[in-house]
């Protein structure tokens, strides 16, 4: 097992879907689906920004929050590790000055609920900055942030990320905070014309389509992009922390088992833990209409013969 968050999976467009976008429901029978595969950790995205008043207080809608603490007990009883972001908050990487105040007091929220239980529950402050979110305003905004956490939680390990969407290249820019409870994440999809080949939401996306992976190049890519982020955390002292890595559903399943598993494995040579993108929807490593593991993502994930049924 890895240490800190281990082998993880992300629960994708359910407590954080767009209108109109793919859905999962989330059910508790996924919370033992990934616990009996072997995962130690559970990333919940999390759209707050969705569910919560516009105007001071800017108070959480408890309903939601109800819905919150359920996949968060339904992950800790089956012994995993939560991971809670605040995800598609657009409008932090848009208009960061007009919303900066609504999501301190999320954040504050948030951290009040929480404190003093749960302590295989993390925080992770934002999904992907990016935009107007430059990498010298998100330090300014990650260590207010971090300030609304502690003044409840002192002890809740916080994850934290670069700008530019969490781009491991964007890491030398990131200003740590001074705090003992910190892991540091990023994500990786890189190629991007890979793991993103036909993605709706992505332009150009549908020129890319046919895109395989897996030559000597390839690998040698990854290899060097890894190895410069384990540099970074090991140079901070910062576990690290892969949030979210993955392959679009529209590449071919070979290559899309040869970069899934050998992303995972280069990660956790170099100390890393994970958390793949995603369970059940159009990254999926689960097909919930079956009822079943997709066998290539598994295996590339956690190795091993399949669980017995
Ligand atoms: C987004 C998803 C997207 C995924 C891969 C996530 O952070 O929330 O909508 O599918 O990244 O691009």
């Known amino acids: 097992m890895q240490p800190g968050l281990g082998r993880g999976i992300n629960f994708g467009n359910a407590l954080d879907a767009l209108p109109g ?3 999962l429901p989330l059910d508790e029978r996924y919370f033992d689906e990934v616990a009996s595969a072997g995962f130690d950790t559970v ?6 920004s969705a569910h919560a008043g516009t105007t001071a207080p800017y108070t959480i809608d408890p309903a939601f929050l109800a819905r919150v603490d ?5 992950a800790l009883d089956r012994g995993l590790n939560a991971v809670v972001n605040v995800h598609h908050y657009q409008e932090m990487s ?3 000055d007009a919303h900066l105040p609504r999501f301190l007091a999320l954040w504050r929220q948030i951290a009040a609920h929480y404190a003093g239980r749960f302590g295989q ?14 990498a010298s305003r998100w330090n ?3 260590a207010q942030a971090l300030a609304a956490v502690r003044a409840s939680d002192p002890e809740r390990t916080v994850v934290i990320g670069p700008a530019e969407h969490n781009d491991p290249r964007a890491l030398p820019a990131l200003a740590v905070p001074d705090d003992a409870h910190l ?3 990023f994500h990786y999809y890189a190629p991007f014309g890979f793991t993103h080949q036909g993605a709706g939401w992505v332009p150009g996306a549908e020129g890319w389509l046919g895109r395989s992976w897996g030559g000597a190049a390839d690998e040698d890519a990854v290899r060097a992009d890894l ?12 576990p690290l922390f892969v949030g979210e890595f993955g392959a679009f559903q529209a590449a071919a399943t070979d290559s899309r088992e040869r970069w899934t598993a050998f992303v995972r494995a280069e990660a956790e040579a170099l100390g890393m833990s994970w958390a793949y993108w995603e369970f059940g929807t159009d990254f999926g490593a689960f097909d919930p209409a079956r009822g079943v593991w997709r066998e290539p993502l598994r295996r590339a994930l956690l190795g091993g013969a399949p669980p017995a049924p």
Do not use: K, M
């Open 21 to 23: 976008g793919p859905r």
């Open 43 to 48: 990333r919940l995205p999390v759209r707050w």
């Open 70 to 74: 359920a996949g968060v007990r339904a």
């Open 94 to 96: 848009t208009a960061p």
């Open 121 to 134: 529950l993390s925080f992770e402050l934002l999904n992907e900055p990016g935009g107007r979110l430059t």
């Open 140 to 142: 300014t905004v990650l």
């Open 183 to 185: 892991v540091a994440s």
């Open 227 to 238: 190895a410069r982020a384990a540099a970074w955390g090991r140079e901070h002292g910062l």
